[in-house]
């Protein structure tokens, strides 16, 4: 765990670094000076309390319907453990969700696992319609060169998920991969339930492309609020890949790039940097209570993901 931790922070800053090489330094520590930190802190405070609730609110739902029912209140320590390990080792961050699955519902680590790649799934075709439609919206924005990218990923979901809600399997091995058990979740998932899920994601992401502007008006950046709007799938789609705490490095990169001759660099980067790091300091004490019971089985484990992994054995026909 303290190997992978010490990699995943390194990737990190050395990202940092390479964005910080055509910076004044100087610049970006009178922009972190001069910020309000009263704008900053509300804005930040309520784009994490937002996404910590509203993904606990998306697993509950998302358990319910798989596996056995969920309650919102019962998945918070849980959902509380694994905010804390994405500041702690972000590679081992989904073990609270696997072990929640296994010990309180009994279901297995396979299923599990897939159960939490269907979680990923719902996200993929979230991010890639959101930036088709802000490219689409505002073609004016950087964003609109990803949009033939964000499509295709978009048109591959949607396919799939056709084929899993209304393909009729004919092929010997569509019948195998339909029948797994450990796919129950993408076997059971009809119009109905992505929906659903889907509305829960966009509620959770509407509101931080607003939340994202008042930061940047908190560190005197005027950049227009479409063209923030535009901009923040890209932002917390690459911010949120499960490769860095809180997108720290990679948050930084689009940001500067993204509103690069709409605002100077360096106070940009001192925004979307201490962004990153609030972020990653408001899952600490999350550690505290209930989220230390999933946290010490980890550690016990030394973070070996082979240690949780298992073969499930068939379901009978």
């Given at each position: 765990?303290?190997?992978?931790?010490?990699?995943?922070?390194?990737?990190?800053?050395?990202?940092?670094?390479f964005?910080?090489?055509?910076i004044?330094?100087?610049?970006?520590?009178?922009?972190?000076?001069?910020a309000?930190?009263?704008?900053?802190i509300?804005?930040?405070?309520?784009?994490?309390?937002?996404?910590?609730?509203?993904?606990n609110?998306?697993?509950?739902?998302?358990?319910?319907?798989?596996?056995?029912?969920?309650?919102?209140?019962?998945?918070?320590?849980?959902?509380?453990?694994?905010?804390?390990?994405?500041?702690?080792?972000?590679l081992?961050?989904?073990?609270?969700?696997?072990v929640?699955?296994?010990m309180r519902?009994?279901?297995?680590?396979?299923?599990?696992?897939?159960?939490?790649?269907?979680?990923?799934?719902?996200?993929g075709?979230?991010?890639s319609?959101?930036?088709?439609?802000?490219?689409?919206l505002?073609?004016?924005?950087?964003?609109?060169?990803?949009?033939?990218?964000?499509?295709?990923v978009l048109?591959?979901?949607?396919?799939?998920?056709?084929?899993?809600?209304?393909r009729?399997?004919?092929l010997?091995?569509?019948r195998?991969?339909?029948?797994?058990?450990?796919?129950?979740?993408?076997?059971?998932?009809?119009?109905a339930?992505?929906?659903?899920?889907l509305?829960?994601?966009?509620?959770?992401?509407?509101?931080q492309g607003?939340l994202?502007?008042v930061?940047?008006r908190?560190?005197?950046?005027?950049?227009p609020?479409?063209?923030?709007?535009?901009l923040?799938?890209?932002?917390?789609?690459?911010?949120?890949?499960?490769?860095?705490?809180?997108?720290l490095g990679f948050?930084?990169a689009v940001a500067v790039?993204?509103?690069a001759?709409?605002?100077?660099?360096?106070?940009?980067?001192?925004?979307?940097?201490?962004?990153?790091?609030?972020?990653i300091?408001?899952?600490?004490p999350?550690?505290i209570?209930s989220?230390?019971?999933?946290?010490?089985?980890?550690?016990?484990?030394?973070?070996?993901?082979?240690a949780?992994?298992?073969?499930e054995?068939?379901?009978?026909e």
């Amino acid at each position: 765990m303290l190997l992978e931790a010490l990699t995943v922070y390194s990737i990190a800053g050395a990202i940092v670094w390479f964005e910080l090489r055509g910076i004044n330094f100087s610049q970006v520590m009178s922009s972190l000076e001069g910020a309000r930190l009263e704008w900053f802190i509300g804005a930040t405070l309520a784009s994490f309390l937002i996404w910590f609730f509203g993904e606990n609110l998306l697993f509950a739902r998302m358990f319910s319907y798989f596996h056995k029912h969920t309650g919102f209140r019962e998945l918070l320590p849980a959902t509380a453990a694994a905010y804390f390990l994405q500041a702690i080792n972000i590679l081992v961050s989904n073990v609270a969700m696997l072990v929640f699955l296994r010990m309180r519902k009994g279901i297995g680590w396979v299923t599990a696992g897939f159960t939490m790649t269907f979680f990923g799934f719902i996200d993929g075709i979230m991010f890639s319609a959101s930036i088709v439609t802000a490219g689409l919206l505002v073609p004016s924005s950087p964003i609109r060169r990803f949009v033939p990218y964000a499509g295709a990923v978009l048109a591959l979901f949607l396919l799939i998920a056709a084929w899993w809600m209304w393909r009729e399997p004919r092929l010997r091995f569509e019948r195998w991969l339909r029948n797994r058990p450990s796919l129950v979740s993408f076997r059971k998932a009809d119009l109905a339930i992505y929906c659903e899920l889907l509305a829960i994601r966009f509620g959770i992401m509407a509101p931080q492309g607003f939340l994202f502007w008042v930061c940047m008006r908190a560190f005197g950046l005027y950049v227009p609020l479409v063209q923030v709007l535009a901009l923040t799938p890209l932002i917390f789609g690459v911010g949120g890949l499960p490769v860095t705490p809180a997108g720290l490095g990679f948050l930084q990169a689009v940001a500067v790039s993204g509103f690069a001759g709409l605002a100077p660099e360096a106070p940009v980067f001192a925004m979307s940097f201490a962004f990153s790091v609030v972020q990653i300091l408001y899952r600490i004490p999350l550690g505290i209570g209930s989220a230390h019971v999933f946290t010490q089985m980890v550690i016990r484990t030394g973070g070996q993901r082979e240690a949780i992994t298992v073969v499930e054995p068939p379901l009978a026909e």
